[in-house]
């Protein structure tokens, strides 16, 4: 049983470009977390996506979007590249319904994210 | 969203008892106690998680006081393979913010030989 799997591993970017990261959550799971982080720092929210709408946002600008598939994969885009947006992308599944709460208090599981790196 | 402090880095002896704790005292009813960690160049795998009773699974025990403003994570017996950053994080269990897992910087925990 796979589990969450995201593409690229690494990415190298310069200043203003516009990048679309990957993600394929664990099976049976249907709802999609991506979080930001940097070195030396915990993971900060960014946004959960459920039913292809974003359900929750943490405190990121607008340059950060996203998408969520039939099949529950998921795309995040960041337009407008800043230094500061290099990071540690990391994905998170789970199954959580339109309850917005995971069934049976189950864990979000993650990927191992993609290393974004802005010149 | 309850935020928690722990230890930034931790030191344990191979074969020994790490216990790591973590303070959430601004935590509320509906709100689960979660452990990750996050060995380095990986993302964050799962541990355990509990509500106000003792839990324990094959990787470690969860304990959590009667107050629940903090709890212990426990792994009974330290390898080299544990040394990684720990997390310990609050979830909200009802309306839309569940998915908003709030992660300090986590603890260091560092095993030697």
């Known amino acids: 049983d796979a589990g969450v799997t995201q593409s690229p591993t690494h990415l190298i970017k310069t200043r203003g470009q516009q990048v679309t990261l990957r993600c394929s959550p664990k099976?049976?799971?249907?709802?999609v977390s991506w979080y930001q982080q940097a070195l030396g720092q915990g993971p900060q929210f960014i946004f959960q996506?459920?039913?292809?709408?974003?359900?929750q946002r943490g405190n990121f600008p607008d340059r950060f979007s996203g998408h969520q598939f039939p099949n529950y994969s998921s795309e995040l885009n960041v337009n407008a590249l800043l230094l500061g947006d290099s990071a540690l992308y990391l994905c998170?599944?789970?199954?959580?319904?339109?309850?917005?709460?995971?069934?049976?208090?189950?864990?979000?599981?993650f990927g191992d994210g993609t290393r974004l790196s802005i010149l | 969203d309850a935020k928690t402090t722990q230890p930034t880095s931790m030191d344990c002896a191979e074969g020994r008892a790490a216990n790591l704790p973590c303070n959430h005292s601004?935590?509320?009813?509906?709100?689960?106690v979660y452990w990750y960690r996050q060995i380095h160049s990986q993302g964050p795998q799962y541990i355990i998680h509990?509500?106000?009773n003792n839990e324990t699974n094959e990787m470690a025990s969860l304990i959590i006081t009667e107050d629940r403003k903090s709890s212990t994570l426990i792994l009974p017996h330290a390898t080299l393979r544990d040394t990684a950053v720990y997390y310990c994080?609050?979830?909200?269990?009802?309306?839309?913010?569940?998915?908003?897992?709030?992660f300090g910087d986590g603890t260091t925990l560092t095993v030697k030989p």
């Open positions: 998170a599944s789970s199954l959580e319904g339109d309850r917005g709460f995971p069934y049976s208090n189950q864990p979000q599981h």
């Open positions: 099976s049976g799971h249907d709802t």
């Open positions: 996506y459920y039913e292809e709408e974003e359900r």
């Open positions: 601004t935590i509320s009813g509906n709100e689960y």
């Open positions: 509990g509500l106000k």
């Open positions: 994080i609050v979830r909200p269990l009802i309306n839309t913010n569940a998915g908003k897992s709030t």
